[in-house]
T-cell receptor, first 118, second 117 residues
Framework: GAGVSQSPRYKVAKRGQDVALRCDPI?????LFWYQQALGQGPEFLTY????????KSGLPSDRFFAERPEGSVSTLKIQRTQQEDSAVYLC????????????????FGPGTRLTVL | AQKITQTQPGMFVQEKEAVTLDCTYD???????LFWYKQPSSGEMIFLIY????DEQNATEGRYSLNFQKARKSANLVISASQLGDSAMYFC??????????????WGLGTSLAVNP
């Protein structure tokens, strides 16, 4: 079955480079989330989309981070001028429910993109 | 502020025995949901079980059950009949239902479980 997919799985960037991470959610899932997981830590919320609308971007650590989901399906997380502290696994998750619903709340995760900034 | 606490950085269990992974939470909301996820070394987060704050019965999913004690604000995961494939990181997470458009999960630091043959 088609789960959440992310690409690339691994990305090595030189400090100062821009990177783009892609997420393909499960077809029909309304909600899409991006999380950042540092080594040995739990995930930290970055941003949330309901369809194409970005309803919460409070977790984005700086204005170097930008996310979009223009057609309400595929999402891209872009990091400009990468820094070493950006090194982490970036997880994408989708869920069937929108914010106003009480079922379909489970978030299904992709395999993540491991970003290493040298 | 919402917070999830997992006090066991690492746990060991013998194959075929049961193990309990602890999770306590802090929230001022009356309506919330609690989740457990498994993260194997491959990195993918796998949903295991969900408990709603108003659910009267403890959630169960196969070998997984959630020991929900609302007054103590604890939501421990019980894995029965451990298998070698259960070796992984386990994360407890919470979502507040009345957070408006915010459906994010708040996560604990995780517990690393090793199942010994």
């Amino acid at each position: 079955g088609a789960g959440v997919s992310q690409s690339p799985r691994y990305k090595v960037a030189k400090r100062g480079q821009d990177v783009a991470l892609r997420c393909d959610p499960i077809s029909g899932h309304v909600s899409l989330f991006w999380y950042q997981q540092a080594l040995g830590q739990g995930p930290e919320f970055l941003t949330y989309f309901q369809n194409e609308a970005q309803l919460d971007k409070s977790g984005l650590p700086s204005d170097r981070f930008f996310a979009e989901r223009p057609e309400g399906s595929v999402s891209t997380l872009k990091i400009q001028r990468t820094q070493q502290e950006d090194s982490a696994v970036y997880l994408c998750a989708s869920s069937l429910a929108g914010s106003g619903e009480i079922t379909g709340y489970e978030q299904f995760f992709g395999p993540g993109t491991r970003l290493t900034v040298l | 502020a919402q917070k999830i606490t997992q006090t066991q950085p690492g746990m060991f269990v013998q194959e075929k025995e049961a193990v309990t992974l602890d999770c306590t939470y802090d929230t001022s909301d009356q309506s919330y949901g609690l989740f457990w996820y498994k993260q194997p070394s491959s990195g993918e987060m796998i949903f295991l079980i969900y408990q709603g704050s108003y659910d009267e019965q403890n959630a169960t999913e196969g070998r997984y059950s959630l020991n929900f004690q609302k007054a103590r604000k604890s939501a421990n995961l019980v894995i029965s009949a451990s298998q070698l494939g259960d070796s992984a990181m386990y994360f407890c997470a919470m979502r507040e239902a009345n957070a408006g458009n915010n459906r994010k999960l708040i996560w604990g630091l995780g517990t690393s479980l090793a199942v010994n043959p």
